[in-house]
Nanobody
Framework: VQLQAFGGGLVQTGGSLRLSCAASGRTFSSYVMGWFRQAPRKERDFVATISWDGGTTYYTDSVKGRFTISRDNAKNTVYLQMNSLKPEDTAVYYC?????????????WGQGTQVTVSS
């Protein structure tokens, strides 16, 4: 599966952005989808994940209550709605796909989209 993330940009503290990740190739609903981020000089970290049917989601503690992951299997797209953004959310955001049978094995990655939150 090929993934392309977009929707990043520059936003002020407290603002919102919605990231999208479009998938092509194999059946999108076969995959668990996740969002990760990598800040400058830091390792890539988990942000959120959503099950193949959208019924289950998980978030890292720092984004709970602010970010919402969702998916539209008819459109082969996963979203990350980010509200109440903080400067520490500044990072390159990546979407990734893992097979349903191995939900922690993210084999496919998008190219990343930059999110910058100004203070």
């Amino acid at each position: 599966v090929q993934l392309q993330a977009f929707g990043g940009g520059l936003v002020q503290t407290g603002g919102s952005l919605r990231l999208s990740c479009a998938a092509s190739g194999r059946t999108f609903s076969s995959y668990v989808m996740g969002w990760f981020r990598q800040a400058p000089r830091k390792e890539r970290d988990f942000v959120a994940t959503i099950s193949w049917d959208g019924g289950t989601t998980y978030y890292t503690d720092s984004v709970k209550g602010r970010f919402t992951i969702s998916r539209d299997n008819a459109k082969n797209t996963v979203y990350l709605q980010m509200n109440s953004l903080k400067p520490e959310d500044t990072a390159v955001y990546y979407c990734a796909a893992a097979p349903r049978t191995y939900p922690n094995q993210y084999d496919y990655w998008g190219q990343g989209t930059q999110v910058t939150v100004s203070s």
